[in-house]
């Protein structure tokens, strides 16, 4: 649990590399390079732009650790959703 929650922080600090935020191209990098054994569309640049719009709640074009962190919930409900155990993306 806790290296699991320690990874999740990792990953968005790692990615924003001193920022606060994620730019559009970093999000698309980071969506398919870590989430696409858990999420449908990710080689699609269009889906992962328009998920990306969605997360943005302050419309800065950006998105921000909450907004990160949004993204983590949806994915996590989804799993706890699905009969199915998530497969982990082995990369
Ligand atoms: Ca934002």
Redesign the pocket.
Known sequence: MESAIKTIVTTFLSSARGKE?LDSKTFQKMVKNQLSGVMEDTNSSSAIKEMQQG??????????FK?YLSLIGYIANSMSQSKSEPTANSS
């Open positions: 935020s997360l943005d709640s302050d419309s800065d074009g950006k998105v921000d907004e």
